[in-house]
């Protein structure tokens, strides 16, 4: 967690100091927990599972964080994202992009929030080509590190896809964005060489990037 937390919150301490940051997915509120530490003004996590929500208050509240600095709601992300007034500096998208197939969807209401910065920390098809390939798979939503169940699921069932690298690249390019950088794990791990956790992260099967919309780069 700790070499994580250097690539994707350490590396991005630049822009997510004094932001307005939207935690999407947002689990048990770690990494909102870790950019209020970064610097962040305040942050916002949706999550759709009730238990894990009552979890990132309850340590938020342990650990005395003031209350105006953070909310959580709970829901489906696509509902909260098209319902709630959010301003938003920052999205951060981590560890969601391989548990839905609703890209179109996703990457439409985050470009609506006009981030100045979007980071992604997603699983990825290995298959390093030019070409965007996604390949689909089944969440069972009853397990909570997969994905919750919404209208499209069925029979318990989610449908998924597991882009790699260059369809996570075109799915941004799309939508508005560009890659702004590409975290390099290969050059954190070979300074920890007794680190086997992250073998996802070395052998190519998870990245951490950082992106913006087009227009901020003129």
């Known amino acids: 967690m700790n070499l994580r937390c250097e690539a994707i ?3 991005n301490t630049d822009v997510l100091a004094g932001a307005r940051v939207l935690d999407i997915a947002s689990h048990d509120g770690r990494w909102s927990f870790a950019a209020l ?4 003004a305040h942050v916002v996590g949706i999550e759709a599972r009730k238990e ?3 979890n990132a208050n309850e340590t938020f509240a342990r650990y005395d964080v003031d209350p105006t600095r953070y909310r959580f709601i709970r829901g489906d992300v696509f509902e909260k994202l098209t319902t709630e007034h959010l301003d938003v500096d920052v999205v951060m998208c981590l560890g969601f992009l391989y548990h839905t197939l609703r890209w179109p ?3 439409t209401l985050i470009r609506a929030l006009r981030p100045r910065h979007l980071i992604i920390d997603t699983n990825v098809n ?3 080509t030019d070409r965007p390939i996604v390949r689909l798979g089944r969440d069972d939503t009853a ?3 997969l994905a919750a169940a919404d209208a499209y699921s069925w029979e318990g069932a989610a449908l998924v896809g597991l882009p790699n690298q260059a369809a996570v690249r075109y799915m941004l390019e799309t939508y508005g964005f560009e890659v702004e950088s590409i975290f390099d794990w290969e050059r954190l791990l070979n300074s920890r060489p007794g680190v086997d956790e992250l073998r996802d992260y070395r052998e190519g099967k998870r990245i951490t990037l950082r992106g913006r919309p087009r227009q901020a780069a003129n």
């Open 126 to 128: 290995r298959r390093r």
């Open 143 to 145: 397990r909570q590190h």
């Open 9 to 11: 919150i350490a590396a």
């Open 105 to 107: 969807e996703l990457f």
């Open 37 to 40: 530490h970064a610097g962040a």
């Open 52 to 54: 894990l929500v009552d």
